[in-house]
């Protein structure tokens, strides 16, 4: 199993910055690729940004915005989120996946809200 814990979340002004934190435990050696998911009121979840190694992929929407980033050490994932936009609102989610058990495991979503 896999436990993901968001933090970071909260209220920003548009241009301003936020830093999510996801600290994963459990078993953490079997993770492979971890990213942020998002989901604003009234529609699906939608890929954010991924990480895998070295290689990070971003949904066109935050590409130059945001970066995500890990800490093997610390089994935590990042996202620094840069002149962040209203259209930014979301509830956040952290994903894990092992490919071993052909597996998803989400944290609990963490509320980031931009005001215009």
């Known amino acids: 199993q896999v436990q993901l814990v968001e933090s970071g979340g909260g209220l920003a002004q548009a241009g301003g910055s936020l830093r999510l934190s996801c600290a994963a435990s459990?078993?953490?050696?079997?993770?492979?690729?971890m990213g942020w998911y998002r989901q604003a009121l009234g529609k699906q979840r939608e890929l954010v940004a991924i990480?895998?190694?070295?290689?990070?992929n971003y949904a066109a929407s935050v590409k130059g915005r945001f970066t995500i980033s890990r800490d093997n050490a610390k089994n935590t994932v990042y996202l620094q989120m840069n002149s962040l936009k209203p259209e930014d609102t979301a509830v956040y989610y952290c994903?894990?996946?092992?490919?071993?058990?052909?597996?998803?495991?989400w944290g609990q979503g963490t509320q980031v809200t931009v005001s215009s």
């Open positions: 459990g078993s953490t050696t079997s993770i492979g690729v």
């Open positions: 994903n894990a996946y092992v490919a071993n058990w052909n597996r998803d495991f």
């Open positions: 990480i895998s190694g070295r290689t990070t």
